[in-house]
């Protein structure tokens, strides 16, 4: 499980985890982001096994 997935370190932190051929659970707050993390495991790996939330409340678009 991994927090902040879809940048930084949080990214290649999931990236790495894929490419050792662990399943995936991660989060972020830009889901677009995190679809195209997503793909990028699947290409790492075909048989990729991720889960995603998309970690968007009222409060955190209002700080943007």
Same mark, same amino acid.
């Given at each position: /499980?991994?927090? *902040? +997935?879809?940048?930084?370190?949080?990214?290649?932190? &999931?990236?790495?985890?894929? !490419?050792?051929?662990?399943? /995936?659970?991660? *989060? +972020?707050?830009?889901?677009?982001?995190?679809?195209? &993390?997503?793909?990028?495991? !699947?290409?790492?790996?075909?048989?990729?096994?991720?889960?995603?939330?998309?970690?968007?409340?009222?409060?955190?678009?209002?700080?943007?």
């Amino acid at each position: /499980v991994c927090s *902040g +997935g879809s940048s930084g370190i949080g990214k290649g932190t &999931v990236l790495l985890l894929s !490419k050792l051929g662990c399943s /995936v659970a991660f *989060g +972020g707050r830009n889901k677009d982001e995190l679809d195209k &993390v997503v793909a990028k495991c !699947k290409e790492i790996r075909a048989d990729a096994q991720v889960t995603t939330t998309a970690l968007i409340t009222k409060e955190l678009s209002l700080l943007r």
